[in-house]
């Protein structure tokens, strides 16, 4: 299958993408990977959907082959918005469906409610509308953990010693659960972990999935999701740290939207079931395609 890859100019420096696919004929998949700072590789089985168009992946600026500034002053929503502009205007995306896995549709969101932008459609895979809503949602699930782990979890946080191995297992336990639930997990998933952007992650997000003590603590556009007017596929797992009473509250809010709820999945649902979470997918670009603009 063609593929091609290279490097785009954003404020702050150069991010490198790689496109996947030769339908030209099709509507792009352009795809915002997670964290911030977990780099596109655990978003590599969405290259399945390259047989019937190109679908477009970049590392955000700080993770993965991208550059990585120290400057933490680039860390901020309005820069990775800007981030994601210039990439679309570098690759003439002109027609383009935006998927966000996480945080990446938290970015999708973000650029939809500033900009206005002409989009065939948006898809928000597993990404809350609001952080807060987000902590709630995982500190539900923190509760059905085991009690040692949960007194692990608190400890070693509370000593900011989350570094340690024993914090690392003890937050695995949830991931298990709550992230990916497949025995194996995926190489790019693996990958993504090794690559990530900790930086990022840590000065946004904060030291796990679950304590969310970074910038983005307070984030929420649940206000303002009316005004979102494009064409919207919400998906989620039914074991999501993203729970799906918050999706059906975006769903909500969002007219006209659809909310795909995938039993037996967490918050990769693409990667633990790709036949389901594609039939989906191909499902909803065709009905969003023959709809006249």
């Known amino acids: 299958m063609k593929s091609e890859e290279g490097y785009i100019d954003v404020p702050g420096g150069k991010v490198w993408y790689r496109a996947v696919g030769d339908n030209a004929d099709a509507t792009p998949l352009l795809c915002l990977h997670g964290g911030p700072g977990f780099t596109h590789y655990y978003l590599e089985a969405l290259e399945a959907l390259a047989d019937r168009r190109r679908v477009i ?33 570098a690759l003439d995306l002109d027609r383009l469906h935006l998927f966000g896995s996480s945080w990446g549709g938290m970015l999708a969101m ?33 509760a ?72 983005l603590k307070d984030w929420s556009v649940i206000d303002r999701l009316h005004d979102i007017e494009v064409p919207t596929l919400i998906t989620s797992g039914e074991h999501d740290e993203a729970r799906p009473d918050h999706m059906r509250e975006i769903h909500e809010r969002i007219a006209g939207s659809q909310l795909e709820i995938l039993p037996g999945c967490s918050h990769l649902a693409f990667a633990e079931d790709p036949e389901a979470y594609f039939a989906i997918a191909n499902a909803w670009f065709d009905r969003v395609e023959a709809t006249p603009a």
Not at 115 to 136: G, M, N, T, V
Not at 196 to 203: F, K, L, N, P, R
């Open 57 to 89: 992946f970049y590392d955000q600026l700080g993770c993965g082959r991208s550059d990585r500034p120290g400057d933490v002053t680039l860390w901020n929503v309005d820069r990775f918005v800007a981030e994601l502009a210039q990439v679309r205007s």
């Open 110 to 142: 973000e650029y939809v409610l500033r900009h206005k932008p002409k989009l065939e459609s948006l898809i928000l895979c597993s990404s809350p509308a609001s952080i807060p809503r987000w902590i709630e949602g995982c500190n539900e699930l923190l």
């Open 144 to 215: 059905e953990l085991p009690e040692q782990t949960q007194e692990t979890i608190r400890d070693h946080e509370d000593r900011g010693l989350t570094e340690c191995p024993e914090y690392t297992a003890a937050v695995l336990e949830f991931y298990k659960r709550h992230l990916c639930r497949l025995e194996q997990w995926p190489e790019g998933v693996e990958r993504s972990f090794r690559d990530a952007g900790y930086q990022v992650y840590g000065y946004m997000n904060g030291p796990s999935e679950f304590t969310v003590v970074g910038t």
